[in-house]
């Protein structure tokens, strides 16, 4: 699936619904990801690229002399509540998805970024990096080598994927109460409720990639 950055902002209403994201790290288990070739053909398919696209762009990168190139992709998640005058009454939801190419050729640095993830238009913003970081090296193959990151440094039970709004209202509201509760000279109580949820894939000329998923 090949997705644009898309925003999308309700005011003035409450949005009764959650985004759905394709995850595998429901329950803190690593559901359907039970060992590390699985983490990376999850992580492939869920960008929509193959082991083949990644080197075709990273050798694009390096055609102009560059020293070291670099692919960052990334799928996020970001979701606000908000209550005022006593009621929960703002909800925000955002998707940001895309992928950056860095280029470095001694002091030079050249960066492109595309939002819609398909090998023609990665390999249009690798060339454009690779043009304004120009050296002297000379590209070789690249052999990439998974990296292991520890996914899973606290244990998850529920996804941020997994709550709708409708159950994170409750949260709000009770402070609005306890606030009020708190103190009589209190008239007036704002309060927030932010999540967010990271897809990253890496890789470099250097031969290593690695995917992270990042719950905040």
Not at 86 to 101: K, L
Not at 183 to 193: C, F, G, M, P, Q
Not at 194 to 206: R, Y
Request: glycine content about 8%; charged content about 20%.
């Amino acid at each position: 699936m090949r997705f644009n950055r898309r925003n999308f902002i309700k005011a003035g209403g409450i949005m009764l619904g959650s985004l759905a994201a394709p995850s595998m790290f429901g329950n803190g288990n690593n559901n359907g990801a039970s060992t590390n070739a699985s983490v990376m053909n999850f992580a492939m398919e869920h960008f929509g690229v193959t082991d083949s696209d990644l080197k075709k762009v990273l050798s694009a990168a390096l055609e102009k002399g560059g020293n070291y190139a670099d692919l960052f992709f990334e799928h996020t998640f970001s979701n606000s509540i908000s209550l005022q005058d006593g009621a929960v009454n703002r909800a925000y939801s955002n998707i940001d998805f895309g992928m950056g190419v860095r280029v470095v050729a001694g002091d030079q640095t050249g960066y492109a970024y595309v939002e819609n993830i398909t090998l023609e238009e990665m390999l249009n913003a690798a060339r454009t990096a690779a043009r304004i970081a120009t050296g002297t090296g000379a590209p070789a193959p690249v052999n990439l080598t998974e990296i292991k990151v520890k996914n899973q440094l606290y244990k998850i039970k529920t996804t941020w994927e997994d709550v709708p709004v409708k159950s994170k209202m409750p949260y709000l509201q009770k402070i609005n109460d306890q606030m009020f509760e708190a103190d009589k000279r209190i008239t007036k109580v704002s309060a927030w409720l932010n999540d967010n949820t990271s897809h990253i894939l890496f890789c470099n000329s250097e031969g290593q990639y690695y995917y992270d998923y990042r719950p905040m």
